[in-house]
């Protein structure tokens, strides 16, 4: 796997899509978050499967109930784009796509969340818009700042949905896009 710069092309020559991780040429150095950073019981991991990672695991809601893969420090500008563009074959639970930037809330980096549905069993394309995204801080909504796309420093992928039990979900893309730009299918 060679590691590539997602942080090209510039936002004045966007294109209607910017691949940003296909999980066969680029490598965004993901690493787990599970709960137990707050003292919760969940446990979850990926892998790669030939050109899909795989983020699985098990969810316990007496005391976290949360687990999160995310990437290494970015400096991606992706204010030419309109939201970002999953490819995921899921288990039928909520999952959250996570953006960081250099905000704080009290000192503390914030994550700009928003969720998505997956279907058991089946290759969806998820589109989220990012006016979509909610300021976060450890669970709790803030009022602000606004998610500033010039300055994305991370990508996260999370299972937070309130329920136990096993989750599953592959994903073969992710991009940016704009909003004229039709799925890929791939």
């Known amino acids: 796997m060679t590691t590539a710069d997602p942080a090209s092309p510039s936002p004045n020559t966007a294109s209607v899509e910017r691949l940003l991780s296909d999980f ?15 003292g919760g019981r969940s446990d979850g991991d990926f892998r790669m499967d030939g050109a899909e990672l795989v983020f699985s695991g098990n969810t316990n809601t007496n005391g976290g109930g949360f687990s999160s ?9 992706l204010s030419g784009y309109d939201g970002i563009r999953l490819r995921v074959r899921g288990d039928g639970r909520r999952y959250t ?15 700009y969340w928003a969720r998505f549905d997956t279907r058991d ?18 669970g709790t909504t803030l009022p602000g700042p606004e998610l500033d796309l010039r300055r994305i420093t991370g990508l996260g992928l999370m299972i937070y ?7 599953r979900v592959r994903l073969d893309s992710v991009r940016a896009y704009r909003a004229d730009a039709p799925p890929t299918g791939n």
């Open 121 to 138: 069993g089946e290759w969806i394309t998820v589109d989220i818009p990012f006016a979509q995204f909610v300021p976060r801080f450890r």
């Open 24 to 38: 066969a040429e680029t490598d965004l150095g993901w690493y787990i978050v599970n709960d137990n950073v707050m």
């Open 161 to 167: 949905d309130g329920n136990d039990g096993p989750f």
């Open 97 to 111: 796509w996570r953006l960081a930037t250099d905000a704080r809330f009290r000192g503390r980096p914030i994550g």
């Open 69 to 77: 893969i995310r990437t290494r420090p970015l400096d991606l500008d």
